[in-house]
């Protein structure tokens, strides 16, 4: 059995569809074994003998599509990709705050790696990286003003549509720290 963690775009948790317990539930559904989530926010962790994650990330949407009408993308990574990342130490002496955002922003398989980062003229945002073993971009975002996007958020999405999906890197090492607990 492999550790699995499916990160789902779009999830509103005041949407009465998108829960906690009717998004496990699916998973249940497809046969996934070990099913949890972590936070409110399409975290879904889960074990299965499966190990083309395509295939699996199509299977899901599907199921969540069919039966919640969840149409957004679902990115699902391996546990060792996820502590490969946690043990890569991609943001060393910085912490994650109200006005500092370590985020990962992460591309769905088979999304095309980027040849170059953007540039950084976007005072809001700090790029740390692409880690393309975990297929994720590493940033830092000034979120002290929340009425603006920052530019390199807007990149991400011109460039990959609906195929990211972005969380804060706490919520990463939560996700983490449930794939193993």
Known sequence: ??????????IAP????????????????????DVGSVLASGN???SSPATDVPVLERRV?????E???????????????????????????????????LTATFLKDGATAPVRLPEQPDPLTRVVGYNPAARVFLAVIDNSDPGRTPDFMSWLDRTYGKDITTRTWLTVQR???KLEG
């Open 175 to 177: 996700i983490v720290k």
């Open 61 to 65: 949407q599907r199921a969540l599509a």
């Open 1 to 10: 059995m492999h550790r699995y963690a499916a990160l789902l775009r779009g």
């Open 44 to 46: 879904i962790v889960f």
């Open 67 to 101: 039966e919640l009408g969840i149409p957004g993308g679902t990115i699902i990574r391996a546990h060792t990709e996820l502590r490969a990342l946690l043990d890569s130490d991609p943001f060393p002496g910085l912490t994650h705050g109200r006005g500092t955002y």
């Open 14 to 33: 005041s949407n009465p569809n998108m829960t906690n317990d009717k998004l496990r539930g699916v998973f249940e559904g497809l046969g996934l074994e």
